[in-house]
């Protein structure tokens, strides 16, 4: 078994890692944030009826917060889909 120690210069030779995100990966959470926040309301929804039964209020809830999803991600795919597409095609 080798031990890592021999491996770390080679490991750690990237450019050095300040702990922050980039502006990049700022842009794409933010991008994402809809898409996170109605999978959020969704696992909540999930999470009140783990150790009962579900109630007609519950289901429905969990309904609503799943069509939420549904609706982000159909957005985040409309958005980004027009996004990527720049210029004409050869």
Do not use: C, W, Y
Not at 45 to 61: E, S, V
Not at 80 to 88: A, E, K, R, Y
């Amino acid at each position: 078994m080798k031990s890592i120690a021999a491996l770390q210069a080679a490991v750690t030779a990237s450019a050095p890692f300040d702990g922050e995100p980039s502006n990049a990966e700022l842009n794409a959470i933010e991008t994402e944030m809809p898409l996170i926040l109605a999978d959020v309301d969704l696992l909540d929804a999930q999470i009140m009826t783990i150790d009962r039964t579900p109630t007609d209020l519950d289901q429905q809830r969990i309904r609503r917060a799943h069509r939420r999803v549904l609706a982000a991600r159909r957005d985040l795919a409309n958005r980004t889909s027009t996004l990527t597409v720049s210029g004409g095609a050869a």
